[in-house]
């Protein structure tokens, strides 16, 4: 029986496994297995809610052992450090404990086809003083320590109350994250003043949104980007456009000119690169930004057995535009490379992958959603907002949820959520 890996469960990696395991799986028409470093998927754009505290994972997590007996394939928790071509097998790090002690040595695991879908990283093009005082949004775990280190914050000035006494908080990168957690940041501390921190108000939160382009959501049509920077300008988000940051220190961040932007919590949202062992990875080609370059049929270029799908994929369009990094781009490369193994299975013809836009929303939390929807609603873009925004914004995560659990189960996780909503608080403090 061929044996299919797929690396990273993610936003692609996730769907592609579900599918394979319930098609090829279940028939035992291919041995399906998923390596993840993790033990449980989180879907990544959901980080910033969780980060501030009005998503509580607990209901949204997937356990990946859990998900894999349900659905036909095999879960094996581990980090890809390397891909050998000649002996067709991954390379996955040792493993340590929580002390440090290794308690298992790096291992190998045989494939005929290799799926690398591993997502990206924050970006922060060497710029010194960035690693050590920012967090990046790009992991559960970074989404924690944000999370606690705003309740710190928020915890000093409930114990020390004073009329000068805020949180500042500096996100650099005005896309799609920066400005999503910007209005997150006081839809939580509107709410937070009813959990026991009767002294925090929002005019206590201080958040500046740096930008180096000339407006935010640069990727995104001019009127979407207006319409959210009127949105944050009402929430008072300081938003310092032509802002370029060239350095950090404990007590905030420096632009070019010299200025200090001062900060007591300092967030990178600035771009995107894929982790650098992958630059060199088995000889494969890979770009500045160490994304695997893929042929039409998401191959990567130099070896046909392996594909990559999502962030991690480097993919031209016929009109020589890449495919930007999204979740959309990933449950659509996902779905081609199903077809694409499937094919390969069978000696039949592959499916090129053509990217369809189906356009882009920014979620304001509960105070706006703007966006534009493309495709089959005609020609060029159509700019949305208020509640069918929401409504769409909100639909992408179920057809995540759909493409992973099916309608039946989609509904019951939605009404679980409806239950913890009211079971729980509105906001994870802790
Ligand atoms: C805060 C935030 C908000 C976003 N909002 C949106 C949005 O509104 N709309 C949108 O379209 N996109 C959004 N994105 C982008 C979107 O999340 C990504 O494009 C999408 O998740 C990419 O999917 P993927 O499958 O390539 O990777 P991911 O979903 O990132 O999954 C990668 C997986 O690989 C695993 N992994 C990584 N390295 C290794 C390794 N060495 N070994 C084993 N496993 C590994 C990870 O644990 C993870 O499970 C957002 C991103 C962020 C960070």
Redesign the pocket.
């Known amino acids: 029986m061929k044996k299919i890996v797929v ?8 769907e592609l496994v579900t599918k394979l395991g319930n098609r090829l799986g279940k028939k035992k028409l291919a041995h399906i297995t998923l ?4 033990t449980s ?1 989180l ?6 809610e969780i ?1 501030v505290g009005t998503m509580d994972e607990g209901v949204d997590a997937v356990s990946y052992r859990g998900h894999a007996i349900n659905n036909h394939f095999y879960f094996r928790v ?4 390397d891909i050998d071509r000649n002996k067709k097998q991954v390379v ?2 040792p493993m340590q404990d929580d002390d440090g002690i290794e308690f298992l040595p790096s291992t190998r695991i045989d494939y005929d086809y290799l799926v690398i ?4 990283t ?1 970006n922060d093009f060497n710029t010194p003083g960035i690693k050590e005082n920012c967090i990046f ?3 559960a775990t970074q989404a924690h320590k944000f999370r606690n280190k705003m309740l710190n914050q928020l915890l000093r000035i409930q114990r020390l109350p004073s009329r000068d006494n805020e949180v500042r908080i500096a996100i650099v990168g005005g896309g ?2 920066g400005v ?2 910007s209005a997150e940041l006081h839809h939580a501390v509107a709410d937070i003043h009813n959990y026991g921190f009767d002294e925090v108000t929002n005019s206590q939160l201080k958040v500046t949104l740096v930008e180096a382009g000339a407006r935010i959501l640069p990727a995104l049509p001019e009127r979407i980007s207006a319409s959210a920077h009127s949105e944050l300008t009402k929430l008072n988000v300081d938003v310092k456009l032509n802002t370029m940051i060239t350095s950090a220190s404990a007590e905030g961040l420096y632009t070019k000119e010299g200025n200090l932007i001062p900060a007591d919590l300092m967030v990178w ?1 600035a771009g995107i690169k894929i ?1 650098d ?1 992958v630059g060199n990875i088995a000889g494969l080609e890979t770009n500045k930004i160490n994304q695997l370059h893929v042929n039409e049929f998401l191959q990567t270029t130099r070896d046909e057995t392996i594909f990559a ?5 480097q993919f031209i369009s016929a009109d020589g535009s890449r495919v930007p ?6 449950h659509q490369m ?1 779905s081609i490379c199903y077809k694409n193994l499937r094919a390969m299975l069978n000696n039949s013809p592959l499916t090129p992958y053509v990217y369809t836009d189906h356009g ?4 304001l939390a509960s105070y706006s959603t703007v966006g534009s929807l493309m495709g089959n609603l005609g020609k060029g873009s159509l700019f949305i907002e208020g509640k069918l925004a929401r409504l769409v ?1 909100i639909s ?1 995560y179920r057809m995540h949820q759909v493409a992973i659990y099916g309608f039946l189960k989609t509904g019951l996780v939605m009404f679980a959520g409806r239950i913890n909503r009211w079971l729980r608080p509105r906001l994870k403090l802790h």
Do not use: M
Request: hydrophobic share 45%; proline share 5%; with cysteine.
């Open positions: 690396i990273g469960g993610g936003a692609g990696g996730l390596i993840d470093r993790n998927h879907w990544k754009p959901l980080l910033h980060a581990g980090t890809l450090i996955l790090a879908a591993l997502g990206s924050s949004l790009d992991s799609a994250t999503e957690l949202a982790p062992f799908i999502g962030d991690c994929a990094p999204r979740a959309q781009s990933a996902a882009s929303l920014v979620n914004y992408l």
